[in-house]
């Protein structure tokens, strides 16, 4: 790999101001923005369920403007923080895709059902703030979104090369821009000022042995990653399901009966995630029939 | 004042006037769209913002002065409102428009940067605010509950306290300490503006005594919105081994070393109404009773004290 090309791809990425959302959740958070009686809450929970606007409300709230620099890792925290009005703004600030494709939603999905799984492990670790931890799911593959939006050509010869040559695209990646998408969403979730408990599970997540501190959360996010992988939803056209490391694995001390069970309770809950990613696509036809 | 944001079409006519700002310091960012404009306030914000009435079409102009209002940390951004003289001959609701001043189309630049000028010195008067969390300091605090309880409608005057901060600012230092002032602040007047936006205040005494009041129906659902908010977000303050723990050793004023539980929110609430009070300081001093008994209880609480 070129150093300069390399040097230049980094530069590039780590320019990056505004990561596009799905236009139906838009949708429905202007609508739910323009009703007087929507909470705080409710909007909360809708920006919870998309790893774009998660991670720009987390961008912001740790902003130095704000005053809690590398201190809110939990969405729910930066939402009382932040407060309604403040995520109107984000709302009406948001951009969106102008061109829709299967792989946005499919990523969308999978950030979503990864956040699901993270949420029922560390449930069932007794961890402290599981909360922390699946928003660390949802936002876990920032770095593609990022890849997309700013090296648009690279994109498309790396899903070409994930298509013919059947690699993971964390290899065509490394093969195509000497970085991987792992890598760059630690220096976003670094220059956006997240917290060490948000970074770690990012950079992370393929490799949980690499955590320095964060390695529970690290591998618990490595392990949602696999799973719903594994589960088949939200794949996009990445067909291979990426190794489980052994010791992530024992670290959380999951036995053959657990397994089972956390998959019955994953299945449960993603029922929920499938009805709302319905509804999103509904919404999202229905805005773009609106512009015809 | 050092950055000036523009929205609207037109406002600076020619290339002359923009220099004209510019040379006496002002940095000058014009902007076109509704989303840029409030992307710029959130999350990189001016210190004054000039924008057109109509601006983006629709509701847009409003909610572009909202999205500066809502910006806690300068919540004192001036805003200047650019007209069109038609504007001025059917009356203007400046309700709808909480604005600072305005301009009317064509603006010269001799006016331009005069008005500019005397929003800036404007606001170095009126400026009591607390330095940390630009909240309304003490002035307008004893102003507002002047107000209150001379109204005839019954109010609570809302003191709150964080328990335990003098503790905690030793162990973690002023800076980490600032941080959960701001928090605090934050959480106030995001749970007052979305309960009781109506008729409330919410000022900072300074250190960690803040005070809100809102309408006497809203002092419950407010409090306990408070309290449990800052419940699930104090963690974010505290260390894992503190939390862990559930308390942290510290020294007392004696210099004695001493358990301390980890921060909790009390919050003394005096009712008004009826015109019992006849002066402020009557109410701060039933507060301090009342927050003594507060601090008594453990956890993050409120008392309502009911006089009348």
Not at chain 1, 172 to 195: M, T
Not at chain 2, 219 to 226: F, G, N
Request: with cysteine; glycine share 6%; aromatic share 6%.
């Amino acid at each position: 790999m070129d150093e300069t090309k390399k040097e230049h791809f980094r530069r590039t990425l780590r320019e990056i101001k505004n990561l596009p959302t799905l236009p139906g959740i838009v949708t429905k958070l202007t609508k739910m923005a323009e009703d007087p009686d929507t909470t705080t809450e409710q909007m909360g929970k809708v920006i919870s369920k998309d790893h774009i606007l998660a991670a720009k409300l987390l961008r912001l709230v740790n902003s130095a403007f704000y005053g809690f620099p590398q201190r809110i890792s939990s969405l729910n925290s930066a939402i009382i923080l932040l407060g309604f009005n403040v995520i109107k703004s984000l709302i009406i600030s948001a951009s969106i895709f102008e061109i829709m494709e299967d792989q946005d939603i499919e990523l969308w999905e999978h950030s979503l059902g990864c956040a699901v799984v993270c949420s029922v492990v560390s449930k069932r670790l007794g961890i402290s703030d599981p909360e922390e931890i699946s928003t660390a799911g949802l936002i876990h593959d920032i770095g593609k979104v990022a890849i997309k939006m700013e090296l648009p050509e690279e994109y498309e010869q790396i899903n070409t090369m994930v298509l013919e040559k059947k690699v993971s695209r964390f290899a065509a990646e490394r093969e195509i821009l000497g970085l991987d998408h792992a890598e760059v969403g630690r220096w976003l979730a670094k220059k956006w000022n997240l917290p060490t408990k948000l970074i770690e599970p990012i950079a992370c997540h393929h490799d949980p042995r690499l955590a320095k501190t964060e390695q529970l959360s690290s591998a618990v996010v490595h392990f949602g990653n696999i799973v719903i992988r594994g589960m088949g939803y939200g794949h996009g056209d990445d067909i291979w399901v990426p190794p489980m490391s052994q010791r992530a694995f024992r670290m959380l001390e999951i036995s053959a009966v657990d397994i089972d069970e956390i998959l019955d309770e994953i299945e449960d809950k993603l029922w929920d995630v499938k009805g709302f990613s319905l509804e999103i696509q509904t919404e999202q036809q229905a805005a773009a029939a609106d512009c015809e | 004042m050092q950055r000036i944001l523009i929205t609207g079409k037109n406002i600076l006519h020619t290339p002359e006037n923009r220099l004209i700002l510019e040379a006496k310091g002002y940095q000058i960012i014009l902007c076109e769209n509704l989303p840029d404009a409030v992307g710029l306030i959130l999350e990189d914000p001016p210190d004054l913002l000039i924008t057109e009435k109509g601006f983006g079409g629709g509701n847009h102009d409003h909610e572009l002065i909202m999205a500066a209002k809502a910006c806690l940390q300068k919540a004192n951004i001036p805003i200047i409102l650019v007209l069109d003289q038609d504007d001025l001959n059917t009356e203007m609701d400046w309700d709808y428009y909480p604005v600072d001043d305005f301009m009317v189309k064509p603006v010269a630049p001799e006016t331009m940067l005069a008005q500019i000028e005397l929003a800036e010195s404007r606001m170095v008067r009126v400026f009591d605010n607390n330095p940390l969390s630009r909240l309304p300091g003490n002035t307008s605090i004893l102003r507002s509950i002047q107000k209150t309880i001379d109204s005839d409608d019954p109010y609570g005057v809302c003191y709150i306290d964080i328990d335990n901060f003098k503790p905690y600012n030793d162990r973690y230092g002023f800076s980490r300490g600032d941080e959960v002032l701001l928090m605090v602040a934050r959480i106030t007047v995001n749970v007052v503006e979305e309960l009781a936006r109506d008729g409330s205040f919410v000022g900072h005494v300074g250190g960690d005594d803040f005070v809100f009041i809102v309408r006497e129906e809203k002092i419950k659902p407010v409090c306990e919105r408070l309290v449990e908010n800052f419940e699930r977000v104090k963690n974010m303050f505290l260390s894992p081994e503190d939390i862990k723990a559930g308390a942290f050793i510290g020294e007392d004023r004696q210099g004695k070393e001493t358990r301390f539980d980890l921060l909790s929110l009390s919050v003394a609430v005096v009712t008004t109404g009826n015109h019992i009070y006849k002066h402020f300081g009557e109410v701060s001093v039933i507060a301090s009773q009342i927050k003594h008994y507060a601090k008594t209880l453990s956890g993050s609480n409120y008392v309502i004290d009911r006089r009348h």
